[in-house]
């Protein structure tokens, strides 16, 4: 087979999984659409649930779409908080071997399901008396996305050229001002693309926090209130055998795609101002 037809031959099979992943795409997001759309209403989405709401009754779920925008964004916000730090260490103070260990190590964690998270969680609440709240379920949600920011973070000043490090420390600045001033500053676009990306991860989740966050028809009013997301309801609409209140868990379904994909828009119209493009 000469150079030709084996170009051919690789070409058609990118496109042939081109088209396949278009095609799972697009079905997945129809057939969201096509059997939640009729049940999706204004009702449903700003305002709270009526009694006999999971069993056909009135009302809507904005409880838990603001629950699971404030699980997503303080978890996104504890995690980077605590991986930062960690990642300027891992570059500019530990060394190679000790900074490898700790990355195999973060993978490992990357690769374990977030229901374990949730029962270590569990754990930790029974341990020290904590009852399922907002509070719980923010602290279990981080440890489910910390290894995905750290990592990437730690990716992004790993890329950063020797160049910059070599002038920054001829300049006179330390390692904690190089971390600060410079890197930081040569991976805002990144970082900033990270924690959107974490966000994301963060809100599609329920199994680290279906022990840990409870759950409730009502607004949090504190830390220690239990709180409801926007999975664990679809969850709990779909496993229903009513027809009308199954119907809901696609119009929620609808209203959790909306909201990555204005995540994904945000971030990438973000990126582009801070690039200048």
């Known amino acids: 087979m000469n150079r030709y037809l084996k170009e051919k031959l690789f ?10 992943f278009l095609f799972m795409v697009a079905s997945l997001f129809f057939s969201i ?13 700003f305002s709270k649930p009526k009694k006999g709401f999971y069993l056909g009754g009135g009302g809507g779920i904005l409880p838990s779409i603001f629950g699971s925008l404030v699980l997503a964004f303080f978890s996104t916000l ?3 908080l605590v991986s ?3 990642t300027i260490f891992l570059n500019l103070y530990s060394k190679r071997k000790f900074s490898n260990f700790i990355r195999n190590f973060i993978d490992l964690l990357w690769g374990i399901p977030s229901i374990v ?10 341990y020290i008396g904590l009852k399922s709240s907002l509070l719980a379920g923010i602290i279990t949600l981080s440890f489910v996305i910390f290894p995905l920011i750290l990592r990437s973070l730690d990716e992004l000043l790993q890329n950063i050229p ?28 990144g970082v900033l693309s990270s924690i959107l990306i974490s966000f994301g ?22 830390l220690f209130s239990p709180v409801s997301s926007l999975p664990l309801v679809v969850f709990y609409l779909y496993s229903s055998p009513d027809k009308e209140v199954s119907g809901r868990a696609y119009a929620a ?25």
Request: aromatic letters at 14%; charged letters at 15%; glycine letters at 8%.
């Open 162 to 189: 020797f160049t910059l490090k070599e002038a920054s420390l001829s300049l006179g600045l330390n390692k904690f001002q190089m971390g600060i001033k410079v890197f930081l500053k040569a991976i805002a676009p």
């Open 78 to 80: 504890l995690a980077f």
């Open 253 to 277: 379904s609808i209203i959790l795609i909306i909201i990555s994909i204005l995540i994904s828009l945000i971030s990438r119209r973000i990126g582009k101002r801070i690039y200048g493009k």
């Open 201 to 222: 991860r963060a809100i599609g989740d329920s199994a680290s926090i279906l022990f840990t966050a409870g759950f409730s028809d009502n607004f949090p009013t504190s």
């Open 33 to 45: 659409f096509f059997k939640g759309i009729s049940y999706l209403s204004f009702e449903m989405v």
């Open 84 to 86: 930062l730090p960690m």
């Open 11 to 20: 070409l058609i099979l990118m496109k042939i999984s081109l088209y396949l």
């Open 117 to 126: 998270y949730g029962i270590f969680g569990f754990f930790i609440m029974v």
